[in-house]
C-alpha cells in the first residue's frame, strides 16, 4: 500500500518547502508538487500543517530494572506513547549488571524488546565494568549486532560506576572501534558523601536529593570526562547535561579540540528544582538524576540548543508510579527510583515551549529532535530527515491544535504525569513508520509488533 502526503509544507533541519510526498515500500520514493495519486494510494492532506521527519529520542529506558525495582513501560506500551507524541525511533539502553557479561544483557533486552515495539528501535550497550572478556564481547556487539554507541556512568558507585582505569580503556576501545560514548556525568564519590551527610542529618526529604548532586558535581564529572576524551582522542556524548557549569566545561573542551557533543533533556528546559520541593512528597516525582537544577538554567540551556552548543533533546524516559514505587525512598530520599515519564510529551512541549514562545526555529527543532541523533548515531538518512531513499518516518503536524496533559489521558504505562495541567499548542495529526499509518488523532491505529531493531555501523573514527 502506498501513502501520498499532499498540500503540507516540509520542515527538514536545513529547509521549508511546500511539495507533496509518495511512500512506497516503507521508504520515501518521491518529493514533487501536485503528485497524482494513484486509485489504491492512502491519501493524506495535510493543507494548514507541517510535515516532518519522524522524531528520534536518543535517550530512553523501555526495559529498566532500577533500584530494586523496573520500569512500568514495556516495549509494547512505551512504543505506543512514543508514537502518539511524534517519536518513530527511539534508543534505549542495554544495562548488564556490574559483573554480567555484555551478551547475557543483550538477549535479556532482546527478549523484551524482539517482536513487541510498535516503532522502530535500538540500544546503547552499557560498560558497568572491563575487562578482557568484556573488551572481545564489545567488540563482537559492535561489528556482529550492529550496536554502534557505548554508555557509561562516572555516578552510581559501586552499582554501574565505572572507575577511572575502566573509563580509560572503555574510551581506547571506543575509539579503536569508531564507536561514540555516552556518559552520564557525575562526580561519585562527591554523591555518597553528601548523601551520608545530609542522612546522618535527618535531612532524608526529596528536597534534598538536590543537594547531594548539585551544579558543581555535575560540572566536575563534565570536565573529569572532557580529560579522558582529550587524552584518548575518543568521541563522547554527555547525556541529560541540565546547568551552565556543566556546559561550560563542554564549551571549553570543544575549543580544546575535543569531540564532544552534548543532549538535554525536555524537562531542564521546562523545570526546576523547586518541583522536587513540593510538599506531601509530591516532590519524589521529580526525583531524577542529575537532579532538576535552578530556574537560571532554563534560559541557558535554552540559548545553547538554539545557538548548536547543546545537540539533541531528549527525555531519559523513566516511568516508576508514584503511589507504589517512589515510597520506597519514603523515609531515605537515596532509595527513591530516580527518573520521570515523558516519551509521550517530549515534541508538543518542545513545540509549544520552544517554538511557539520563539525560543527555536522549526529547523532546529527538528535538528534537536530528530536530525541530531540520527546523524551521532548512525540513522541518518534512513532515520532523521525527508528525502528519497529514506524511511517513510512522517509526523504530520497540526500547530493549531490546543489540549492539556493529564495522567488521564496519556499513554505512558505510570500513575502521574510529570507536566499535569501543562498546556499545549500543536500535536501529531498523522505519524507514519515505514509507509505505514500508525497514529491518527492522538490514537494508535498501527501494528504491534512491526518495530525493527536497527543495525547501525561505526561513524566516529
Aim: charged share 25%; aromatic share 10%.
Amino acid at each position: 500500500m502506498s501513502i501520498i502526503i499532499k498540500n503540507g509544507e516540509i520542515v527538514t533541519a536545513s529547509q521549508r518547502y511546500f511539495a507533496d510526498i509518495y511512500c512506497e515500500n516503507e521508504q520515501i520514493t518521491r518529493i514533487e508538487k501536485n503528485i497524482e495519486a494513484p486509485n489504491d494510494a492512502i491519501v493524506i492532506d495535510a493543507t494548514g500543517k507541517y510535515v516532518f521527519p519522524g522524531f528520534v529520542d536518543p535517550h530512553v529506558h523501555i526495559y529498566l530494572p532500577f533500584m530494586g525495582t523496573f520500569g512500568k513501560d514495556t516495549y509494547e506500551t512505551g512504543s505506543k506513547a512514543a508514537l502518539i507524541g511524534g517519536t518513530t525511533c527511539f534508543i534505549d539502553f542495554c544495562i548488564p549488571n556490574r559483573g554480567e557479561e555484555p551478551l547475557s544483557a543483550l538477549k535479556t533486552w532482546n527478549e523484551q524488546s524482539e517482536g513487541k515495539a510498535a516503532c522502530d528501535y535500538t540500544y546503547h550497550m552499557a560498560v558497568t565494568g572491563f575487562d578482557d572478556q568484556v573488551e572481545e564481547q564489545l567488540k563482537k556487539i559492535v561489528s556482529q549486532y550492529g550496536i554502534s554507541s557505548f554508555k557509561i556512568f562516572l555516578a552510581y558507585k559501586g552499582a554501574l560506576g565505572v572507575t577511572d582505569d575502566e573509563l580509560y580503556h572503555t574510551l581506547r576501545l571506543a575509539k579503536e572501534l569508531g564507536v561514540i560514548t555516552t556518559a552520564h556525568c557525575e562526580n561519585p564519590d562527591l554523591i555518597v558523601e553528601l548523601q551520608k551527610k545530609y542522612i546522618s542529618e535527618g535531612k532524608t526529604g526529596p528536597e534534598w536529593h538536590y543537594h547531594t548532586r548539585p551544579e558543581i558535581v555535575e560540572a566536575e564529572g563534565t570536565g573529569h570526562l572532557m580529560t579522558f576524551a582529550e587524552i584518548l582522542d575518543a568521541h563522547v556524548y554527555v547525556v541529560h547535561l541540565s546547568c551552565q557549569e556543566a556546559l561550560n566545561e563542554v564549551m571549553r573542551a570543544k575549543k580544546r579540540g575535543v569531540n564532544v557533543w552534548a543532549e538535554t533533556l525536555i524537562q531542564f528546559l521546562l523545570l526546576d528544582k523547586s518541583y522536587a520541593e513540593r510538599p506531601d512528597f509530591e516532590g519524589a516525582k521529580y526525583v531524577m538524576s542529575p537532579s532538576l537544577k535552578k530556574k537560571r538554567h532554563q534560559n541557558v540551556m535554552w540559548n545553547g540548543l538554539k545557538n548548536g552548543f547543546l545537540s539533541t533533546v531528549a527525555t531519559d524516559h523513566a516511568p516508576f508510579d508514584f503511589e507504589t514505587q517512589k515510597p520506597m525512598g519514603k523515609d531515605d530520599f537515596t532509595q527513591i527510583p530516580n527518573g520521570i515519564p515523558a516519551i509521550e510529551d517530549r515534541i508538543n512541549l518542545l513545540f509549544t515551549y520552544g517554538v511557539k514562545e520563539e525560543w527555536i526555529d522549526l529547523q532546529t527543532f527538528v535538528n534537536s529532535a530528530s536530525t541530531q541523533a540520527a546523524k551521532l548515531f548512525g540513522l541518518f538518512p534512513r532515520k532523521g530527515t525527508i528525502q528519497v531513499g529514506s524511511d517513510a518516518d512522517l509526523v504530520v503536524y497540526d500547530p493549531e491544535y490546543e489540549g492539556t496533559l493529564s495522567v488521564k489521558t496519556q499513554h505512558m504505562n505510570v500513575d502521574y504525569s510529570g507536566f499535569e495541567g501543562w498546556t499545549i499548542k500543536g500535536r501529531p495529526h498523522v505519524v507514519t513508520v515505514r509507509g505505514e499509518v500508525v497514529v491518527r488523532e492522538g490514537t494508535f491505529v498501527g501494528t504491534e509488533g512491526r518495530g525493527q531493531f536497527l543495525k547501525r555501523l561505526p561513524n566516529h573514527f
